[in-house]
């Protein structure tokens, strides 16, 4: 599974263009511009499709021209756009399906002509499985609100299994229970709010982000193959050199706008 990070900072980037925190200085100085966060999986499964999505792929080398699916985790305007609906329906006719929770759905049917058929809509809740352009995906509660209901997503073919999760809080209790108590190879989880001390309930900093890698390790969520990403940052975070570092002490890492990588599950002996 090829995943590429056409985006991984937070809904006002990483830097803020209106903030002077060194933060903010050190990756202007730098040229590391983190936009919203956006994943494009082996060409054709869009996980989120925010205001830059197309400039993002077209940015770092990619087309979304052969996307058979976009799915949505919730309808804060960073993370779904739906204008690119009608940008895509004036050049493509191929089938596509759109999965979202509710709010995702009515904010996306308002930008297509009733008469276009290529578009598909497909409501989701937490606890649903669907398999959409190849792949399985199983819906996750999210500790985070928009507009109604946000949800994460565990994305599996039979070559890897990948964990979505973006935009939320702590996670739930039972949340391995949900994923299935099995491993899975790469988890991408939100990390807003670095060192500020009040993330809030529904976004994570430094601290509940190493808190919850550990509840899924306990979960067996996490296993000493899985590799774990930081997506969703914000300029709360350390300069980038102190941020590396704090998270390679707790097992994580964090990579720019654009990073592609192939994620596969462990031979087996």
Do not use: K
Request: proline letters at 7%.
């Amino acid at each position: 599974m090829q995943i590429t990070l056409l985006g991984t900072g937070s809904s006002d980037g990483w830097p803020n263009a209106f903030c002077r925190c060194p933060s903010c200085g050190d990756a202007r100085r730098r040229g590391d511009l983190r936009s919203p966060t956006s994943v494009l999986i082996d060409g054709r499964l869009l996980l989120d499709c925010g205001p830059e999505t197309e400039r993002q792929a077209q940015r770092h080398g990619f087309d979304l021209a052969d996307v058979q699916a976009i799915v949505v985790t919730h309808a804060h305007n960073d993370h779904w756009s739906p204008a690119a609906l009608m940008y895509r329906s004036w050049v493509r006719s191929e089938p596509l399906t759109v999965v979202g929770p509710e709010p995702v759905i009515e904010a996306g049917q308002h930008w297509l002509d009733p008469q276009q058929q290529s578009v598909s809509f497909r409501t989701v809740t937490r606890g649903d499985e669907i398999e959409v352009a190849g792949y399985r995906i199983t819906v996750l509660p999210a500790n985070h609100h928009a507009l109604g209901e946000a949800v994460l997503y565990l994305v599996q073919d039979e070559t890897a299994r990948v964990l979505y999760a973006t935009d939320t809080g702590p996670l739930t209790a039972d949340f391995a229970d949900r994923v299935g108590n099995s491993p899975v190879d790469l988890v991408l989880l939100e990390e807003t709010f670095g060192h500020r001390s009040d993330p809030g309930e529904t976004h994570l900093n430094l601290v509940s982000f190493a808190e919850t890698i550990q509840q899924l390790r306990t979960g067996g969520v996490v296993t000493d193959h899985t590799q774990v990403v930081a997506i969703h940052m914000s300029h709360h975070n350390p300069p980038l050199g102190q941020l590396q570092t704090l998270l390679a002490g707790i097992g994580a890492e964090v990579h720019p706008d654009g990073w592609t990588n192939s994620v596969s599950r462990p031979r087996r002996p």
